[in-house]
Each structure stands twice: as structure tokens, then as C-alpha cells.
């Protein structure tokens, strides 16, 4: 789960863009999403590349599988 680092949930994060990139036509290669705290105008990003399966995320978001501290 993404959440924002500042308000540590996920209620307020909007997808402010995303894409997703096929090398083949078929398969997903990458997906990219930026992300923005509609409470506290927090910003940032997460991208995930299937050919080294390494996530990356910058900015004042955080990529957790625990629950959020607030719901």
C-alpha cells in the first residue's frame, strides 16, 4: 500500500498521473504512478520495473504492506 508519509494513511493520496509501459505489446515492463496528499498537498512517486523486479518510491510517500497507522 501506498501511503503518505506526512498524514501516515492512504485516505487522502490521489493518483495524479500513472502509466504503464509494455516492451512487447503483452507483457507490463514498468507502471508508474505519481501521487498527491489532497490534505496535506504531499507529493510523490512510485515505479515498479518488472525486469530488475525493484520498486522505487520518492518523494513524501511510502510503499508499506503493514496497515496504516490511521484508516
Same mark, same amino acid.
Given at each position: 500500500?501506498?501511503?503518505?508519509?506526512?498524514?501516515?494513511?492512504?485516505? +487522502?493520496?490521489?493518483?495524479?498521473?500513472?502509466?504503464?509501459? +509494455?516492451?512487447? $505489446?503483452?507483457?507490463?515492463?514498468?507502471?508508474?504512478?505519481?501521487?498527491?496528499?489532497?490534505?496535506?498537498?504531499?507529493?510523490?512517486?512510485?515505479?515498479?520495473?518488472?525486469?530488475?523486479?525493484?520498486?522505487?518510491?520518492? $518523494?513524501?510517500?511510502?510503499?508499506?504492506?503493514?496497515?496504516?497507522?490511521?484508516?
Amino acid at each position: 500500500m501506498i501511503t503518505c508519509t506526512n498524514c501516515e494513511t492512504a485516505q +487522502f493520496l490521489q493518483i495524479t498521473q500513472s502509466r504503464v509501459y +509494455f516492451e512487447d $505489446g503483452e507483457m507490463i515492463n514498468e507502471i508508474s504512478e505519481t501521487y498527491e496528499c489532497t490534505l496535506c498537498g504531499a507529493t510523490g512517486k512510485y515505479i515498479y520495473d518488472d525486469d530488475s523486479d525493484e520498486e522505487t518510491v520518492t $518523494g513524501e510517500v511510502e510503499h508499506t504492506t503493514e496497515r496504516p497507522k490511521y484508516a
